[in-house]
């Protein structure tokens, strides 16, 4: 599957942005799909992914509560609906797709969408 994110910018702290993620295939609604994100110097961390509707969503600690994961398998495509953004949330975000159940650590994403950058200013 092929993944491309857009949405990213600018937000003040306390503000709102929405990601979207489009991805090509026939078989999108099998896969699971996640949200990650990578601030400059640090690693690539998980933010939240969503499976079928028995898998439901995970969200990390860190934006439980202020960020929304949703697929729409008619148009191929996740969201993450972020709220209440803080300066720690800016980083380049990504999408990512795995066929299989299993950790949700980067390695055991197959397919990854390229970067759309999020930047909070306090």
């Known amino acids: 599957v092929q993944l491309q994110a857009f949405g990213g910018g600018l937000v003040q702290a306390g503000g709102s942005l929405r990601l979207s993620c489009a991805a090509s295939?026939?078989?999108?609604?099998?896969?699971?799909m996640g949200w990650f994100r990578q601030a400059p110097g640090k690693g690539r961390e998980f933010v939240a992914a969503i499976g079928d509707p028995e898998t439901g969503t995970v969200y990390a600690d860190s934006v439980k509560g202020r960020f929304t994961i949703s697929r729409d398998n008619a148009v191929n495509t996740i969201y993450l609906q972020m709220n209440n953004l803080q300066p720690e949330d800016t980083a380049a975000y990504y999408c990512?797709?795995?066929?299989?159940?299993?950790?949700?650590?980067?390695?055991?994403?197959?397919?990854w969408g390229q970067g759309t950058k999020v930047t909070v200013s306090s």
């Open positions: 295939g026939r078989t999108f609604n099998r896969y699971i």
């Open positions: 990512a797709a795995k066929y299989y159940q299993g950790p949700y650590s980067p390695e055991n994403f197959g397919s």
